[in-house]
Protein backbone atom coordinates (compact mmCIF):
# COMPACT_ATOMS: atom_id res chain seq x y z
CA UNK A 1 0.00 0.00 0.00
CA UNK A 2 1.32 3.48 -1.04
CA UNK A 3 -0.18 6.70 1.32
CA UNK A 4 -0.30 10.07 -0.22
CA UNK A 5 -0.37 12.97 1.01
CA UNK A 6 -0.94 16.23 -0.94
CA UNK A 7 -0.61 20.05 -0.16
CA UNK A 8 0.23 23.47 -1.78
CA UNK A 9 -3.35 24.17 -3.30
CA UNK A 10 -5.16 27.53 -2.96
CA UNK A 11 -6.81 30.62 -4.16
CA UNK A 12 -4.45 32.60 -6.81
CA UNK A 13 -4.85 35.60 -9.37
CA UNK A 14 -4.32 34.59 -12.66
CA UNK A 15 -0.95 35.10 -13.72
CA UNK A 16 0.29 33.99 -10.39
CA UNK A 17 2.04 30.88 -9.40
CA UNK A 18 1.44 27.76 -7.07
CA UNK A 19 3.75 24.97 -5.66
CA UNK A 20 1.97 21.35 -5.42
CA UNK A 21 3.81 19.19 -2.85
CA UNK A 22 2.67 15.23 -2.60
CA UNK A 23 4.67 13.23 -0.44
CA UNK A 24 4.21 8.91 -0.31
CA UNK A 25 4.90 6.66 2.42
CA UNK A 26 4.31 3.06 2.69
CA UNK A 27 5.61 0.30 0.28
CA UNK A 28 7.44 3.46 -2.15
CA UNK A 29 10.36 1.11 -3.07
CA UNK A 30 9.03 0.07 -6.47
CA UNK A 31 7.40 3.51 -7.56
CA UNK A 32 8.12 3.81 -10.98
CA UNK A 33 5.51 6.62 -11.83
CA UNK A 34 4.68 9.78 -10.00
CA UNK A 35 2.05 11.93 -12.06
CA UNK A 36 -0.68 15.06 -11.12
CA UNK A 37 -3.57 14.90 -12.69
CA UNK A 38 -6.58 17.53 -12.47
CA UNK A 39 -10.43 17.55 -12.52
CA UNK A 40 -12.35 20.86 -13.78
CA UNK A 41 -15.79 21.07 -12.55
CA UNK A 42 -18.15 18.81 -15.11
CA UNK A 43 -14.98 17.32 -16.92
CA UNK A 44 -13.23 14.43 -16.88
CA UNK A 45 -10.24 14.02 -14.94
CA UNK A 46 -6.81 14.87 -16.88
CA UNK A 47 -3.79 14.47 -16.52
CA UNK A 48 -1.29 17.15 -16.44
CA UNK A 49 2.42 15.81 -15.91
CA UNK A 50 4.50 13.12 -15.01
CA UNK A 51 7.92 11.92 -14.22
CA UNK A 52 9.50 8.76 -13.88
CA UNK A 53 12.35 7.38 -11.42
CA UNK A 54 15.09 8.24 -14.38
CA UNK A 55 13.96 12.02 -14.25
CA UNK A 56 11.84 11.47 -17.92
CA UNK A 57 8.95 13.73 -17.66
CA UNK A 58 5.82 14.30 -19.43
CA UNK A 59 3.51 17.44 -19.99
CA UNK A 60 -0.16 18.15 -21.23
CA UNK A 61 0.30 20.68 -23.73
CA UNK A 62 -1.71 22.65 -21.72
CA UNK A 63 1.07 22.85 -18.94
CA UNK A 64 4.14 22.48 -21.42
CA UNK A 65 5.50 25.45 -21.17
CA UNK A 66 4.34 26.89 -17.45
CA UNK A 67 4.70 23.60 -15.23
CA UNK A 68 7.53 22.03 -14.18
CA UNK A 69 7.15 18.62 -12.57
CA UNK A 70 9.79 17.27 -10.32
CA UNK A 71 10.85 14.26 -7.93
CA UNK A 72 12.56 14.28 -4.63
CA UNK A 73 13.47 10.12 -4.86
CA UNK A 74 15.27 10.31 -1.34
CA UNK A 75 11.71 11.85 0.30
CA UNK A 76 9.36 10.25 -1.86
CA UNK A 77 7.70 13.54 -2.67
CA UNK A 78 6.61 15.23 -6.34
CA UNK A 79 5.98 18.55 -7.34
CA UNK A 80 4.30 20.37 -9.49
CA UNK A 81 5.23 23.71 -9.73
CA UNK A 82 2.89 26.01 -11.64
CA UNK A 83 3.31 29.33 -13.40
CA UNK A 84 1.58 32.01 -15.40
CA UNK A 85 -1.96 30.23 -13.93
CA UNK A 86 -4.78 30.72 -15.88
CA UNK A 87 -8.30 30.64 -14.63
CA UNK A 88 -9.13 27.50 -17.38
CA UNK A 89 -6.13 25.48 -14.38
CA UNK A 90 -8.72 25.79 -11.60
CA UNK A 91 -9.76 21.86 -10.60
CA UNK A 92 -8.85 19.63 -8.15
CA UNK A 93 -5.84 18.29 -8.61
CA UNK A 94 -4.68 14.96 -7.50
CA UNK A 95 -1.22 13.01 -7.52
CA UNK A 96 -0.88 9.47 -8.80
CA UNK A 97 1.76 6.88 -8.29
CA UNK A 98 2.35 4.01 -10.35
CA UNK A 99 3.65 0.95 -8.12
CA UNK A 100 5.03 -2.77 -9.78
CA UNK A 101 3.22 -5.17 -7.63
CA UNK A 102 4.62 -8.68 -8.83
CA UNK A 103 4.54 -7.73 -13.16
CA UNK A 104 1.81 -5.58 -12.55
CA UNK A 105 1.04 -2.00 -12.18
CA UNK A 106 -1.42 -0.54 -9.41
CA UNK A 107 -2.24 2.70 -9.25
CA UNK A 108 -3.01 4.94 -5.99
CA UNK A 109 -4.38 8.29 -5.56
CA UNK A 110 -4.23 11.13 -3.40
CA UNK A 111 -7.26 12.86 -1.85
CA UNK A 112 -6.94 16.04 -4.08
CA UNK A 113 -6.23 19.69 -3.24
CA UNK A 114 -7.72 22.19 -5.08
CA UNK A 115 -6.55 24.62 -6.60
CA UNK A 116 -8.88 28.04 -7.56
CA UNK A 117 -7.47 31.02 -10.45
CA UNK A 118 -9.34 33.85 -10.53
CA UNK A 119 -9.15 36.25 -13.52
Known amino acids: QVQLVESGGGLVQAGGSLRLSCS ?7 I ?3 AWHRQAPGKQRESV ?7 ITRYADSAKGRF ?8 ATVYLQM ?16 TWV ?3 LRDYWG ?7 SS
Open 24 to 30: ASGSISN
Open 32 to 34: NIM
Open 49 to 55: ASITGGD
Open 68 to 75: TISMDTAK
Open 83 to 98: NILKPEDTGVYYCNVK
Open 102 to 104: GYN
Open 111 to 117: QGTQVTV
